[in-house]
């Protein structure tokens, strides 16, 4: 299939850019303005074009982009501006960002300059920087030429990049980058703005009835605040103080568990932490506020950022993090499908803990979680020492935290804090008797942790290795872990590093990663290698039903292990039946790995 590769040149100015506003703002505000576009044809001549909109568009129809696969660096941008001002659809995008991100995570960087640096491709210019306030009208003569000349160096550039990166990307991964492309540059959602507008004032009514309550000493005070956590069911977060190396709670704007509770599930916590660290506004108020903004301006774009985790998940974009929506979150109920269509959502059952079984060669519990059975109320039997029929409901959820966060080397005490979040209070003694339990009753797991820590060595020694269910892990050195879908789950600059612990030096595998602009050291282990593996192979799995799913309904996004698409409001149970199929169809790779599903469809994707 022919390729347009497609670059836009856009008015930008110290107060109207893509680094004060989102995308999707950017694009639909009033003051865009398109000075000028490029495309080239294969590997043919670029052409650049400056007009208005209209003679833009008549240029632009000039190509078939119906028949062809469009080409872009940062495709949803892009995408946004063809078919949001111009109304042109492609038959499918192709994304070299994307490809950038999947084959090398933070060490290269994603911009086209850093990544036709590495591959030795040319030189990016620098012609924009001299575009800053400048509308078409602005533009002399000869400076639009010589920026059209910077537009077809980028496009040329980009594609030259497609091909260097194309000949190592699975293809599979190119139709899931399209999917994510079009998510964004091709919306239907709609949004609800009246129970949006309804939302916003409730959460505002209760924030100032909450805070009216506590005064500022109570809020700063670190004992007072943390019994105040405790009573909205929270565990306040620790850290070792490094001025008196004794435990302190971590209520700083540093600490990033306690940044986190501004995204809990409960709006009242998000008050809280937020008057804590001095912000006005939480994060319910200003995602709801963003939300009637896109619900003025149109549709909703699902922003999706492919590969935004060295495991391949997808991440939450354009400042609007739809992956992080709580389970029963109002502002789901004002996400609609189009008229005539319901919102079906389809959950991957356990996924992660049924692959951590099939990988380990956990074979009583793959075969439980193949026959159906409750493997909740199994473990909970071992750990009781009680018939499974006799587990009541108590019992079974500790059975159930311990399957679903016992799996990757977690210890006691971190499993006492996690079930004391969860409202299950057990002594230190008692957590640690039940991580004993886990782990001689499913032994094969800790072996697999012990197998994952000993690779991280070959990966050190740019050495060959497998492990895993029949090795089908395979360690390619210095490369990193070769997935089934041909990528690579890698851990840049992998070494050892001494750290000092209750006075003692233990020596431990780090790797570098992104936080920002900055590059920190973060430890790996056996089981946090496995935690990675498990969630990497979780989502190829997702994303291989995602594109089965895409075949007969259209896709609309994906959050962590679910897959969210519009059906047919007549077709639903039929819908419904087939999603399920797709998802409980076991991988080639893996045959043996006991998939299930939760589906349900609703006139809202809150009701489904």
Same mark, same amino acid.
């Not at 002399?140 to 260097?164: I, P, R």
């Not at 060295?310 to 979150?329: I, V």
């Not at 500790?398 to 409202?423: E, H, R």
């Not at 431990?508 to 050291?521: A, I, L, S, W």
């Given at each position: ?7 836009? @040149? ?14 999707? @703002? ?11 576009? /490029? ?27 119906? =028949? ?54 040319? @030189?990016?210019?620098? +012609? %924009?920087?001299? *575009? ?12 639009? *030429? ?41 919306? %239907? ?9 309804? !939302? ?15 005064? =500022? ?32 709670? /971590? ?21 809280? %932490? ?14 709801? +506020? ?19 985790? !060295? ?6 974009? #354009? =400042? ?44 009583? &519990? %793959? ?9 909740? =109320? ?47 209070? &057990? ?34 020694? #740019? ?36 750290? +000092? ?68 409001? *007549? ?38």
């Amino acid at each position: 299939m022919r390729i347009l590769t497609i670059d836009f @040149e856009t008015y930008y100015s110290s107060a109207f850019s893509l680094t004060k506003m989102t995308t999707e @703002e950017y694009v639909r505000h009033p003051d865009f303005e398109v000075i000028g576009v /490029a495309v080239q044809e294969d590997g043919g001549e670029p052409v650049w074009f400056s007009g208005d909109a209209q003679e833009t568009y008549q240029f632009l129809k000039s190509y078939e982009w119906d =028949k062809c696969l469009a080409l872009a660096h940062n495709a949803p941008f892009d995408g946004a501006i063809l078919t949001w001002k111009f109304g042109i659809k492609p038959k499918g995008w192709l994304d070299t960002l994307s490809m950038g991100r999947a084959l090398h995570g933070t060490e290269v960087g994603g911009s086209l300059a850093a990544l036709t640096h590495y591959y030795d491709l040319g @030189e990016k210019g620098t +012609e %924009v920087l001299k *575009a800053l306030g400048l509308r078409r009208q602005d533009f002399a003569h000869d400076a639009l *030429a010589q920026y059209g000349e910077y537009c077809k160096n980028d496009v040329a550039l980009t594609w030259k990049l497609f091909n260097a990166m194309a000949a190592e990307f699975p293809p599979e991964e190119l139709r899931l980058i399209d999917l994510t492309v079009q998510m964004f540059s091709d919306p %239907v959602l709609q949004l609800d703005a009246r129970t949006l507008h309804v !939302h916003l004032m409730m959460v505002q009514q209760r924030k100032a009835e909450l805070l009216a309550n506590f005064d =500022k000493d109570t809020l700063m005070s670190n004992p007072q605040f943390a019994d105040l956590l405790r009573t909205y069911g929270v565990e306040p977060p620790t850290k070792i103080s490094l001025t008196t190396g004794k435990q302190t709670y /971590a209520f700083s704007k540093t600490d990033e568990a306690f940044k986190e509770l501004l995204e809990h599930e409960d709006t009242q916590v998000q008050a809280l %932490v937020a008057a804590r660290l001095g912000t006005k506004s939480t994060i319910e108020e200003t995602r709801t +506020e963003r939300f009637l903004g896109i619900a003025e301006r149109g549709t909703l774009p699902v922003p999706l950022r492919y590969y935004a985790a !060295h495991t391949g998940r997808w991440g939450g974009d #354009d =400042k609007l993090n739809l992956q992080n929506l709580p389970r029963n979150s109002p502002l789901k109920k004002a996400i609609l499908p189009p008229r005539g269509y319901v919102f079906l959502d389809s959950d991957s059952s356990q996924i992660e803990a049924r692959t951590l079984a099939w990988l380990s060669g956990q074979e009583d &519990l %793959v075969e439980a979680f193949d026959r159906g059975e409750d493997v909740y =109320k199994i473990m909970a039997s071992a750990i009781y020492g009680k018939d499974v029929a006799q587990i009541n409901k108590d019992e079974r959820f500790v059975g159930k935290t311990t399957i679903l966060g016992a799996g990757y080397g977690m210890g006691a005490k971190k499993f006492q804090t996690q079930l004391k979040n969860f409202g299950v209070e &057990l002594e230190l003694e008692e957590t640690k008797r039940v991580i004993d339990t886990y782990r001689q009753t499913y032994p094969y797991i800790p072996q697999l942790w012990q197998d994952a820590h000993a690779i991280l060595g070959a990966i050190i020694g #740019d050495q060959y290795a497998e492990f895993g269910r029949n090795g089908i892990m395979k360690v390619e050195g210095r490369k990193g872990i070769l997935l089934p879908n041909g990528l690579y789950l890698k851990y840049p600059n992998l070494r050892f590093e001494e750290t +000092e612990q209750d006075g003692k030096l233990r020596t431990e595998f780090v790797y570098d990663t992104r936080r920002g602009k900055q590059t920190v050291p973060n430890r790996i282990y056996g089981g946090k290698v496995i935690e990675n593996v498990c969630q990497a192979l979780a989502r190829i799995v997702i994303g291989k039903q995602m594109l089965m799913v895409a075949k007969k309904y259209r896709v609309v996004m994906t959050v962590h292990d679910a897959i969210g698409c519009i059906v047919p409001e *007549a077709e639903a149970d039929q819908a419904k039946e087939y999603v399920e199929l797709c998802m409980r169809l076991r991988p080639e790779w893996a045959p043996e790995l006991p998939l299930n599903c939760e589906a349900g469809y609703g006139a809202s994707y809150g009701e489904c």
